[in-house]
Structures are given as C-alpha cells and as structure tokens.
T-cell receptor, first 114, second 108 residues
Framework: GAGVSQSPSNKVTEKGKDVELRCDPI?????LYWYRQSLGQGLEFLIY????????KSGLPSDRFSAERTGGSVSTLTIQRTQQEDSAVYLC????????????FGQGTRLTVV | GQNIDQPTEMTATEGAIVQINCTYQ??????LFWYQQHAGEAPTFLSY????GLEEKGRFSSFLSRSKGYSYLLLKELQMKDSASYLC?????????FGKGTKLSVIP
C-alpha cells in the first residue's frame, strides 16, 4: 500500500478482555516495528520483525503481549487480559531493510482500557 | 544501555535558529535519525546520519560525531509550524531506540 495502515484507529475495551491490533506495512518492507506511546511520553519499543522472524522481543512488557507476522507482511499485536496500564497509542512502523533505513509510521491505534 | 539524552523542552522565536542536542551510547551504533512528531500524530522522518559531519536539507541540518556519541538538529528560519517534538533515534543492529523527545515551542 501507499503507507503503513493500522486498524482499528481507536479501541475501547473492558479490563480483562483480549484485543488484537493489526498493522499493514508498506509493500516490500522487510522490517516491521511495534512501539507504544503513553500520553506525553516517549516511544517504548515492543518488538521488531525481520521478515516473519522476531529477533528482538525484549520490549514486550509481559507474557500477556504477543505478536506475529505472516507472509512477510501483515502483523498483529495481541494483548490478553488487558489492564488499565495497557492504555496507550500503539504505533507500527516499517522500513525497507531494517534499522539503517527510514522507518515509516502508521497513524497508530489508540487503546483505552476501562 | 542505549540511553539517549536530549532536552525535554525548548522555546525559540519565529525566524530564529535553534539547536537541539542529543547524546547516545556509542556501542553497537549504526546511525542516528531525527524524527518530528506533532501532537497527536505519528513521527515523521527528518534526517539520517551514519558518518561524521553535517547533513543539510533545506531549513533543517543534522550533525553527527560518532566518537563523542553526539548529534544535533539545527532548525533555521523557524516557523510556527515547527512547534513539535523532535525525537533523537539511535539505530542499533536492528532496533531503533527513541529518545523521549524535545518539545519545541515557537513563539511569535
């Protein structure tokens, strides 16, 4: 596609429910990143994919968080048993070859856990 | 660690020049990006430095000193629309580590 697309743009969920966030990267981009940003805070690294592999999962905050990428394209970030502290904007970015190339960001998914 | 340090806030006058400094951990370094983020929007790419020196792109320039673990972003002829957060981003082997950003306010 023309840019990185994320869905949904907004999600309100009840505490304890599971949510799934989707990212469609730019076609041909091999690298894909997930970050989250709490209000007024910096970007917190969650996970990086090169193709379908995730060489760095160090940023996932807990085992309630998981992510996968299929076909070297679409990625989903799943949060199980959501907690209020999970409320944030979840940003996805893709780049052509990895950390040395420009990353393009989607508009994010604003997650609110009530 | 991969600590990235940059000032939290800066204020400058329309038409002036402002320099935003950034220091970072040098181990495993593979380049330094600057991104701009307007409130409520996603970050957008401004510049990338992998070699020492100054890269100029219109009103924006970025400088890198790898031995010192230091970079700066220079904004000239400031405009009101330049009010935003400026993020210093360190590229590692594959991870991009973002600083907390410098919130720049441009005043008339």
């Amino acid at each position: 596609g023309a840019g990185v697309s994320q869905s949904p743009s907004n999600k309100v969920t009840e505490k304890g429910k599971d949510v799934e966030l989707r990212c469609d990267p730019i076609s041909g981009h091999t690298a894909l990143y997930w970050y989250r940003q709490s209000l007024g805070q910096g970007l917190e690294f969650l996970i990086y994919f090169q193709g379908n592999s995730a060489p760095d999962k160090s940023g996932l905050p807990s085992d309630r968080f998981s992510a996968e990428r299929t076909g070297g394209s679409v990625s989903t970030l799943t949060i199980q048993r959501t907690q209020q502290e999970d409320s944030a904007v979840y940003l996805c970015a893709s780049s052509l070859e990895g950390a040395r190339t420009e990353a393009f960001f989607g508009q994010g998914t604003r997650l609110t856990v009530v | 660690g991969q600590n990235i340090d940059q000032p939290t806030e800066m204020t400058a006058t329309e038409g002036a020049i402002v320099q935003i400094n950034c220091t970072y951990q040098t181990s495993g370094f593979n380049g330094l990006f600057w991104y701009q983020q307007h409130a409520g929007e996603a970050p957008t790419f401004l510049s990338y430095n992998v070699l020492d020196g100054l890269e100029e792109k219109g009103r924006f320039s970025s400088f890198l000193s790898r031995s010192k673990g230091y970079s700066y972003l220079l904004l000239k002829e400031l405009q009101m629309k330049d009010s935003a957060s400026y993020l210093c981003v360190r590229a590692g082997s594959y991870q991009l580590t973002f600083g907390k950003g410098t919130k720049l306010s441009v005043i008339p």
